[in-house]
């Protein structure tokens, strides 16, 4: 099945998991690609209906924030928008948005890639001064996990601590878990209602690929992760201001926004704004996420600066050459080699990727050299991150749980 037309968002993915031809699946539950490059995005663009970010967005983008864009849209490893000219046109008239990200706590141990959406997040409310919030889905992951409630609702605090270690202002900050939330505020709750009004078993099925034999909770749970798109659903936060929101996430999330962007009008809302970011590759190669229940395939936010050494040596997919000489005579293959990789998400000095692909490409630069790079790039950014992580109290985090109104 193939979308050219943009803005097509009540799009049916598939039956059962959104595979395309070449048997690339990208939906929330599973991220796979058959090629040894993985995920083609550009297809997967057009197959979402989503638009590309291009260079003359990025060019807006400096020239309406004043500050140079961030490495991963640099990179396009934050490759795809929804609506951005929109945030863009109310930042430039002085107008506010708000926001929006979340994460499903489904382990106890966070990944170096989750933390890629965060930081993004986070530069994000730097330059634009705005309000943020984030969405713990505990429910999620008790209903598509084998977890119980307490279980899932402890890892979303436990979780909580990495996020808030990655530096978002508390003044402008409101983390929640759906599980303590929805009882807490019947605006969010009536919102969620509003949602599951207006989505038809169908549609969800169409989006999501749900069948007969799925949990009901699993049906109705897409309504709970649109809601907070609408700043109704914070009136602690926004009173009756009526804002639009912007949220960043990896693509695998766009099928909850798609549907959200379908029935926003309907409720006389605004239609959330995307930004889409790729994945981060497992360590052994591009076919797959990096995901915490593969701990061969992730670098952990907990892990030592010798088991980081010990994993990238061993497990870190390689693109250069079989022996020396080949290496040398013919040079690596940047475009799979997953040190390179790594590194254009994790290294933000942009001359000495450049420097490090030209010298990999040539032959110049060995494998084992290359894996030295990321091993140091990613060692002191996990340590500062478990210092700010160890330095959080009990109070901090429930200063940024609690219901109350948002420097903006
Ligand atoms: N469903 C997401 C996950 O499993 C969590 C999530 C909730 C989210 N709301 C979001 C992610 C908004 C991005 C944007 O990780």
Redesign the pocket.
């Known amino acids: 099945m193939s979308v050219e037309v943009e803005n097509v968002e009540n799009l049916k993915i598939s039956e059962k998991v959104d595979k395309d031809d070449d048997g690339d699946v990208v939906d929330?539950w599973n991220v796979t690609s058959k090629s040894d490059k993985g995920i083609d995005y550009e297809k997967l663009i057009k197959r979402f209906g989503s638009s590309p970010i291009d260079t003359e967005l990025l060019t807006r983008f400096e020239k309406v924030t004043g500050k140079p864009v961030h490495h991963l849209l640099r990179r396009g490893l934050v490759f795809s928008h929804r609506d951005m000219h929109t945030i863009l046109n109310m930042h430039e008239t002085g107008k506010k948005f708000f926001l929006?990200?979340?994460?499903?706590p489904?382990s106890g141990a966070m990944h170096v890639g989750h933390l890629i959406?965060f930081q993004f997040t986070k530069w994000l409310q730097e330059v634009f001064d705005v309000p943020l919030v984030i969405?713990?889905?505990d429910d999620?992951?008790f209903l598509w996990k084998d977890l119980s409630l307490e279980e899932a609702n402890r890892l979303a605090y436990e979780n909580a601590k990495d996020i808030i270690a990655i530096g978002f202002d508390v003044n402008k900050t409101f983390i929640f878990s759906d599980l303590d939330f929805i009882g807490q505020c019947p605006e969010f709750h009536r919102n969620i209602l509003k949602i599951q009004k207006l989505v038809t078993f169908n549609q969800v099925k169409g989006i999501f690929g749900f069948g007969d034999s799925d949990v009901i909770g699993k049906i109705a749970f897409p309504a709970i992760?649109a809601a907070?798109s609408f700043s109704s659903s914070f009136p602690f936060i926004f009173g009756n201001a009526k804002i639009p929101c912007l949220?960043?996430?990896?693509i695998d999330?766009d099928p909850?926004f798609r549907m959200t962007r379908d029935v926003a009008p309907r409720l006389g809302f605004f239609k959330p704004c995307l930004l889409h970011a790729l994945f981060v590759p497992a360590l052994q190669g591009p076919q797959t996420k990096m995901s915490a229940s593969e701990s061969n395939s992730a670098i952990f936010l907990t892990d030592t600066p010798k088991q980081i050494k010990n994993k990238v040596n061993k497990h870190a997919f390689s693109g250069g050459q079989p022996t020396l000489e080949e290496h040398r005579e013919l040079g690596g293959n940047c475009n799979v080699d997953i040190s390179y990789q790594y590194l254009r998400f994790f290294l933000e000095d942009d001359e000495r990727l450049e420097q490090i692909r030209s010298d990999y490409t040539s032959g110049k630069l060995l494998t084992g050299e290359i894996k030295k790079i990321l091993i140091e790039t990613l060692q002191p950014i996990i340590h500062e991150h478990q210092e700010r992580r160890a330095k959080i109290t009990e109070d901090k985090l429930k200063e940024f749980f609690t219901k109350r109104k948002l420097n903006f």
């Open positions: 929330p929006y990200t979340g994460r499903g489904s959406p969405q713990l889905t999620e992951k992760q907070p949220i960043p996430c990896a999330q909850y």
